[in-house]
T-cell receptor, first 112, second 113 residues
Framework: AQSVAQPEDQVNVAEGNPLTVKCTYS??????LFWYVQYPNRGLQFLLK??????LVKGSYGFEAEFNKSQTSFHLKKPSALVSDSALYFC??????????FGSGTQLTVLP | SQTIHQWPATLVQPVGSPLSLECTVE??????LYWYRQAAGRGLQLLFY??????ISSEVPQNLSASRPQDRQFILSSKKLLLSDSGFYLC????????????FGPGTRLTVT
């Protein structure tokens, strides 16, 4: 079985400050990890993925995530938050890359 | 380019009525296709997935069904809707081998009254 935990329902950060959205996972074997963003009443947009290789993964819109195998974490980060980054963020894990298990989502609010 | 379409965008249906939601993809062949439901703007629940025409796997037993009559068409159906079927329905796909991420359609907002 595979699972994802996003421990924070809500993250607030001031514009220009760094942001972190946390994700931990549980899966047997090597994980495939993903981050998605969702704006109100829209489908999910793919941000970035970790499959193998460098632990630091860079994605769209200046986001990055760090894979930490020992802590089974894949936190999403951005050095300088924008108001337009305010959205719902989902972490997902897969063992086979064919079926994803999503976390419950974290609502990010960037305050001007 | 590769795109995914869903319709309708919104739907209001009475309890007990039938349902048909359609998802089509363009620009690829033999994609893996998925139906998810998102309740209350939060977590996604995988309902069905398909690796080819006529091949459907169900993840959650309920009064919904799925069909894949063509390579790039995925349909979600119900004979009789329940109030609990209300939600945001998302179709997603993976385009071929060597691609790992799923891409999502714009979604259908279903309200059962």
């Amino acid at each position: 079985a595979q699972s994802v935990a996003q421990p924070e329902d809500q993250v607030n950060v001031a514009e220009g400050n760094p942001l972190t959205v946390k994700c931990t996972y549980s899966v047997s074997g090597n994980p495939y990890l993903f981050w998605y963003v969702q704006y109100p009443n829209r489908g999910l947009q793919f941000l970035l993925k970790y499959i193998t290789g460098d632990n630091l993964v860079k994605g769209s819109y200046g986001f990055e995530a760090e894979f930490n195998k020992s802590q089974t974490s894949f936190h999403l980060k951005k050095p300088s938050a924008l108001v337009s980054d305010s959205a719902l963020y989902f972490c997902a894990v897969s063992r086979s890359a064919r079926q994803l298990t999503f976390g419950s989502g974290t609502q990010l609010t960037v305050l001007p | 380019s590769q795109t995914i379409h869903q319709w309708p965008a919104t739907l209001v249906q009475p309890v007990g009525s039938p349902l048909s939601l359609e998802c089509t993809v363009e620009g690829t062949s033999n994609p893996n296709l998925y139906w998810y439901r998102q309740a209350a703007g939060r977590g996604l629940q995988l309902l069905f997935y398909s690796v080819g025409i006529g091949q459907i796997s169900s993840e959650v037993p309920q009064n919904l069904s799925a069909s894949r009559p063509q390579d790039r068409q995925f349909i979600l159906s119900s004979k009789k809707l329940l109030l609990s079927d209300s939600g945001f329905y998302l179709c997603a796909w993976i385009a071929g081998t060597g691609v790992y991420e799923q891409y999502f359609g714009p979604g259908t907002r279903l309200t059962v009254t």
